[in-house]
């Protein structure tokens, strides 16, 4: 079992910035792809950010590209969201993923950014 701890979000007004943390622990053995999705109040889950646990890819969706910044690291077991020019429509619960062979299988509890205007 991986486990998924989240950390970092909050309030905060248009144009501010917010990084999230998702602190990884457990069996991450077979771990090889970090992700970071996100719910928006009343709509479906988004796929927003990936990258390698180890190597250099990294993916960001065009909703977000330019604005949100994806890194990890591997010595704090730690990924990491950069979220820049934030914008109401980024208001959601965001959720740490790890993904195990070709499902995302170990998620963390979410947390929770609101960009008010």
């Known amino acids: 079992q991986v486990q998924l701890v989240e950390s970092g979000g909050g309030v905060v007004e248009v144009g501010g910035s917010l990084r999230l943390s998702c602190v990884i622990s457990?069996?991450?053995?077979?771990?090889?792809?970090m992700g970071w999705h996100r719910r928006p109040p009343g709509k479906e889950r988004e796929f927003t950010a990936a990258?390698?646990?180890?190597?250099?890819?990294?993916f960001i969706s065009d909703s977000v590209k330019g604005r949100f910044t994806i890194s990890r690291d591997i010595a704090k077991n730690t990924v990491y969201l950069q979220m820049n020019s934030l914008k109401p429509e980024d208001t959601a619960v965001y959720y740490c993923?790890?993904?195990?062979?070709?499902?995302?299988?170990?998620w963390g509890q979410g947390t929770q950014v609101t960009v008010s205007s």
């Open positions: 993923a790890a993904k195990t062979g070709n499902a995302w299988r170990s």
């Open positions: 990258i390698l646990w180890t190597g250099n890819w990294t």
């Open positions: 457990g069996r991450t053995k077979w771990t090889y792809l």
